[in-house]
């Protein structure tokens, strides 16, 4: 039987977005974010991180950083209650990366390609995923992987993100991860259906 999942971009939706994140010295969770994706696991969906880490590919930091980094991450989601089913990136650019990085790729969102590897790795039903974002790349590969819910966030939680960024991608736009678990765990999700 296929899962539910809860796809999250990192920077600017899990953490504050620094610009190339890869220390766990510099990393900043975003307000809220630890306790919504415990309500999300509790809610049954599987959560899965899909990031673009053009970082790598420009030579900024390594991918065992970035590995670091990560296995940390996963960590405070474990501890927290909300284990991470999967984190998915690309190191890829078309422009701006270096050596082999430098490419268009099927990977690097707005391509789908994170979230479709995701799909069969994970036995996920992308139909009925939901996709957090704070840019229209986001939605866009959300979209182009024929999931339905596509949720656009203020990057940092911030700001509610306004209605021009999203180009009529978002199903719903919020400020925070947790203002829009919170829609969903008061039944936003059985009403659509």
């Given at each position: 039987m296929l899962s539910r999942a809860a796809f999250l971009d990192r920077d600017g939706v899990i953490n504050v977005d620094h610009g190339y994140t890869y220390q766990v010295s510099a990393f900043e969770f975003v307000p809220g974010v630890l306790q919504a994706s415990v309500t999300l696991a509790a809610l049954g969906f599987r959560l899965v991180v899909v990031t673009n880490q053009s970082g790598i590919g420009r030579g900024l930091y390594s991918v065992a950083e970035f590995e670091t980094l990560t296995s940390w991450m996963r960590d405070q989601f474990a501890a927290a209650g909300a284990p991470l089913a999967g984190v998915y990136w690309c190191p890829h650019h078309p422009t701006d990366a270096i050596g082999a990085?430098?490419?268009?790729?099927?990977?690097?969102?707005?391509a789908p390609g994170m979230l479709l590897q995701a799909a069969r790795e994970l036995d996920?039903?992308?139909?009925a995923s939901i996709m957090f974002g704070d840019k229209r790349s986001d939605l866009q590969a959300a979209q182009a992987a024929s999931v339905r819910e596509r949720v656009l966030l203020g990057t940092n939680g911030l700001t509610l993100p306004?209605?021009?960024?999203?180009?009529?991608?978002?199903?719903?736009?919020?400020?925070?991860?947790?203002?829009?678990?919170?829609?969903?765990?008061?039944?936003?999700?059985?009403?659509?259906?």
């Open positions: 990085n430098r490419r268009h790729c099927d990977c690097r969102k707005p996920l039903d992308l139909e306004g209605l021009e960024v999203d180009g009529g991608l978002a199903t719903a736009r919020f400020r925070t991860l947790a203002d829009a678990v919170h829609w969903i765990a008061s039944g936003r999700e059985k009403q659509r259906d």
